[in-house]
């Protein structure tokens, strides 16, 4: 005899599925928040960046249309003066006084840049009454307004003008350094900010994850306890019930209702009982121990009593089995027992008036492979995984009067016990065909008459 895995082996796995579960949706929600904080750091940034060039630009221009001003205002009052009296205010500013052909008269700054003046932006104020645009000019990238002026050119007291032109400039060297020190800035404040959310998200995911593990583990122990619980009381009132239907201590038109309340105790009980099964099996608080079977002898038993539960409700239950005379795997006859007869259950309620259900075994890549096939609507692709999980119904199925919807569920973590695995795909023919796939019996194992404590459950 040997015990298929210790309590604490299945506890330790349900934790493992609990851990996976609540891992993916912390992974989720850091994301989501991730990719929002992403977003709004990149919009924060982008916004700032371009509002803070844009006044960088706008203060360059500012720069240039008074230093053009100035210039204009000093060649009309001061003519010859101009180079003496006018200094543009910032160093990275300087000022051209051209005649109508671009002849400089007047160079304040002493700038010496060989492509300038330009003297299509000049051709270019003439027409539309100013001119600014930037420009690489001698090697060194600048931004020019040129702008129409009275210039004087007569006598010594400048008594006559004629039309010329300020040409104001900035060199934009530095201007260009600081914009790229402010994106520079930006961008690292932005990865810091990415950084310290990130951290921040993670911390905060997984602390607000903390009650959903406690809420995971709180519903186990209190799905097992209240199961436990309710099996005491439901029997008495089925009890009662039945004292009152055989000694007929309700008047006639009372019995309807008494047989109402036998049933719905039935249904109860059993609701209540494969609660339990479920709980102590995902707690492991069931042994499963698992002994030598033969399951071509212990399926053609099975089949015997799995007919006449088809029988009653007018299907037909075939038996195929395969030629080897034996096929030995360890496992727990009982629980294997309830296994199967949940999955006959299975197909009697999902098949029509009719119809035909086939249990079968063989043999594929050295596994033992039990199968109950259905000749009902099947099982679509999307929805194979979700109907193992407890109380799931199909789109569209209706809620069976017997069933509890944990059949399946408790199936699972049967042929999971029994270190299997069970799936489910489309039968020949059309309808579901259930899949329980159990490892042969290694040839060394021992064996044993089975025991281990009772576990209520579906059909067994």
Same mark, same amino acid.
Do not use: C
């Given at each position: 005899?040997?015990?298929? !895995?210790?309590?604490?082996?299945?506890?330790?796995? &349900?934790?493992?599925?609990?851990?996976? #579960?609540?891992?993916? *949706?912390?992974?989720?929600?850091?994301?989501?928040?991730?990719?929002?904080?992403?977003?709004?750091?990149?919009?924060?940034?982008?916004?700032?960046?371009?509002?803070?060039?844009?006044?960088?630009?706008?203060? @360059?221009?500012?720069?240039?249309?008074?230093?053009?001003?100035?210039?204009?205002?000093?060649?009309?009052?001061?003519?010859?003066?101009?180079?003496?009296?006018?200094?543009?205010?910032?160093?990275?500013?300087? @000022?051209?006084?051209?005649?109508?052909?671009?002849?400089? =008269?007047?160079?304040?700054?002493?700038?010496?840049?060989?492509?300038?003046?330009?003297?299509?932006?000049?051709?270019?104020?003439?027409?539309?009454?100013?001119?600014?645009?930037?420009?690489?000019?001698?090697?060194?990238?600048?931004?020019?307004?040129?702008?129409?002026?009275?210039?004087?050119?007569?006598?010594?007291?400048?008594?006559?003008?004629? !039309?010329?032109?300020? !040409?104001?400039?900035?060199?934009? *060297?530095? &201007?260009? !350094?600081?914009?790229?020190?402010?994106?520079?800035?930006?961008?690292?404040?932005? =990865?810091?900010?990415?950084?310290?959310?990130?951290?921040?998200?993670?911390?905060?995911?997984?602390?607000?994850?903390?009650?959903?593990?406690?809420?995971?583990?709180?519903?186990?122990?209190?799905?097992?306890?209240?199961?436990?619980? =309710?099996?005491?009381?439901?029997?008495?009132?089925?009890?009662?019930?039945?004292?009152?239907?055989?000694?007929?201590?309700?008047?006639?038109?009372?019995?309807?209702?008494?047989?109402?309340?036998?049933?719905?105790?039935?249904?109860? +009980?059993?609701?209540?009982?494969?609660?339990?099964?479920?709980?102590?099996?995902?707690?492991?608080?069931?042994?499963?121990?698992? &002994?030598? #079977?033969? =399951?071509? @002898?212990?399926?053609?038993?099975?089949?015997?009593?799995?007919?006449?539960?088809?029988?009653?409700?007018?299907?037909?239950?075939?038996?195929?089995?395969?030629?080897?005379?034996? @096929?030995?795997?360890?496992?727990?006859?009982?629980?294997?027992?309830?296994?199967?007869?949940?999955?006959?259950?299975?197909?009697?309620?999902?098949?029509?008036?009719? +119809?035909?259900? *086939?249990?079968?075994?063989?043999?594929?890549?050295?596994?033992?492979?039990?199968?109950?096939?259905?000749?009902?609507? +099947?099982?679509?692709?999307?929805?194979?995984?979700?109907?193992?999980?407890?109380?799931?119904?199909?789109?569209?199925?209706?809620?069976?009067?017997? +069933?509890?919807?944990?059949?399946?569920?408790?199936?699972?973590?049967?042929?999971?016990? &029994?270190?299997?695995?069970?799936?489910?795909?489309?039968?020949?023919?059309?309808?579901?065909?259930?899949?329980?796939?159990?490892?042969?019996?290694?040839?060394?194992?021992?064996?044993?008459?089975?025991?281990?404590?009772?576990?209520?459950?579906?059909?067994?």
């Amino acid at each position: 005899m040997r015990r298929a !895995q210790s309590s604490a082996t299945i506890r330790r796995a &349900h934790r493992d599925r609990t851990d996976r #579960l609540i891992g993916q *949706t912390q992974r989720r929600l850091a994301a989501f928040t991730l990719i929002l904080v992403t977003a709004l750091l990149v919009g924060v940034g982008v916004a700032t960046a371009l509002v803070a060039t844009r006044l960088m630009d706008t203060n @360059v221009d500012l720069a240039l249309e008074a230093a053009a001003a100035a210039a204009t205002q000093a060649s009309g009052d001061a003519g010859e003066g101009v180079e003496a009296e006018h200094q543009p205010a910032s160093a990275d500013t300087f @000022v051209l006084i051209l005649d109508a052909r671009g002849k400089v =008269l007047a160079n304040p700054n002493g700038v010496s840049v060989s492509a300038l003046p330009d003297i299509a932006a000049l051709d270019a104020a003439a027409t539309s009454g100013r001119d600014i645009r930037s420009g690489r000019y001698g090697g060194t990238d600048i931004r020019i307004l040129t702008l129409p002026s009275a210039v004087a050119t007569g006598g010594e007291d400048n008594s006559s003008s004629d !039309q010329g032109f300020v !040409q104001a400039g900035f060199v934009l *060297t530095f &201007h260009e !350094q600081q914009e790229s020190q402010l994106l520079w800035t930006i961008a690292i404040v932005s =990865l810091a900010g990415f950084a310290g959310a990130a951290l921040v998200t993670l911390l905060v995911t997984r602390r607000a994850l903390v009650p959903i593990r406690a809420a995971f583990a709180t519903e186990r122990r209190f799905v097992a306890a209240a199961s436990h619980e =309710l099996r005491t009381p439901v029997a008495i009132v089925r009890a009662s019930a039945e004292i009152l239907e055989r000694e007929q201590l309700v008047a006639a038109d009372g019995q309807p209702f008494v047989a109402d309340i036998v049933s719905e105790t039935d249904r109860m +009980g059993r609701l209540v009982g494969d609660l339990l099964a479920l709980a102590s099996a995902e707690a492991g608080a069931v042994d499963v121990e698992l &002994h030598r #079977l033969d =399951l071509v @002898v212990w399926l053609t038993d099975l089949g015997r009593r799995a007919e006449s539960m088809a029988g009653a409700h007018g299907l037909t239950l075939r038996t195929a089995l395969p030629d080897p005379a034996s @096929v030995v795997v360890d496992a727990d006859e009982d629980r294997l027992t309830q296994l199967v007869l949940i999955l006959v259950d299975n197909a009697i309620e999902h098949s029509p008036k009719g +119809g035909d259900i *086939t249990l079968g075994l063989a043999l594929t890549a050295g596994k033992a492979v039990i199968s109950v096939s259905d000749q009902g609507p +099947g099982v679509p692709l999307a929805e194979r995984e979700r109907i193992f999980e407890p109380f799931a119904r199909l789109p569209g199925e209706r809620r069976s009067a017997t +069933g509890s919807g944990l059949g399946l569920a408790i199936a699972r973590q049967l042929a999971g016990r &029994h270190d299997g695995d069970m799936a489910v795909e489309d039968a020949p023919g059309g309808g579901a065909r259930f899949v329980l796939r159990l490892p042969l019996r290694s040839a060394g194992a021992a064996t044993a008459a089975p025991s281990g404590a009772s576990l209520p459950g579906v059909g067994a």
